[in-house]
């Protein structure tokens, strides 16, 4: 098992361009997360997914979207990045709300 | 709503000595408390998790932590530092109420520093 797969590792963007960042889990789980991990400040929770088909904001929601595309695979969209975008995003999975989360490798996001 | 606090961003522990990270939270429900490590350019691992019943729990690694709720506090500890613990760590807290849904809220981290 593979866990959890995001990609890419590494972008780097222009102010105002757009990217998605893409998330896998292999392990039939059904809520998903993403993070974004700034120096300092923990990890904090962008949007997450309780389950296929829903998704709710979670605590710096503003600037990114997302989709459950099905029960594997969870992506995040940046639409307009800003440099307060630069950052490391992690995505999550999990069984059910309180079970354990298994976090991918990360995405390191630079906007310039 | 929840929140975890840890004291130290930076800890520099001897090869061989005791590891201490401390964390202490706040909830108005019982919490479910857990210790993650991130090692350098990967994700987070899950070290241990306290939800219910005893109260010292044991992780991997040869790392526990015991739950006092008279304190808040959720404490990580290893007897022994190995060179090979140098990382950071992170606790968190989630609760399971209607408003805060089991979310996870990290505290800031604390890098730890192994000399030898």
């Known amino acids: 098992n593979a866990g959890v797969t995001q990609t890419p590792k590494f972008q780097v963007l222009k102010t105002g361009q757009s990217m998605t960042l893409q998330c896998a889990q292999d392990?039939?789980?059904?809520?998903m997360y993403w993070y974004r991990q700034d120096p300092g400040m923990g990890l904090r929770l962008i949007y997450y997914?309780?389950?296929?088909?829903?998704?709710d904001k979670g605590e710096v929601p503003n600037g990114y979207n997302v989709s459950r595309l099905n029960k594997r695979e969870f992506s995040l969209r940046l639409e307009s990045a800003a440099p307060s975008q630069t950052s490391v995003y992690f995505c999550?999975?999990?069984?059910?709300?309180?079970?354990?989360?298994?976090f991918g490798p990360g995405t390191r996001l630079t906007v310039l | 709503a929840q929140s975890v606090t840890q004291l130290g961003s930076h800890v520099s522990v001897s090869e061989g000595a005791l590891v201490l990270l401390r964390c202490n939270y706040s909830?108005?429900?019982?919490?479910?408390l857990f210790w993650y490590v991130q090692y350098p350019n990967q994700g987070l691992q899950l070290l241990l998790k306290y939800t219910t019943g005893a109260t010292l729990v044991k992780g991997i690694n040869g790392f526990e932590a015991e739950f006092k709720k008279s304190e808040t506090s959720f404490h990580l500890t290893k007897p022994s530092a190995h060179m090979s613990d140098a990382a950071e760590y992170f606790c968190?807290?989630?609760?399971?109420?209607?408003?805060?849904?089991?979310?996870?809220?990290f505290g800031a981290g604390t890098q730890v520093v192994v000399t030898p």
């Open positions: 392990m039939n789980h059904n809520s």
């Open positions: 968190a807290v989630s609760v399971k109420t209607t408003d805060s849904w089991g979310k996870l809220q």
């Open positions: 997914s309780a389950s296929e088909g829903t998704t």
């Open positions: 909830s108005s429900v019982p919490p479910y």
């Open positions: 999550a999975s999990s069984e059910g709300p309180t079970d354990t989360q298994y």
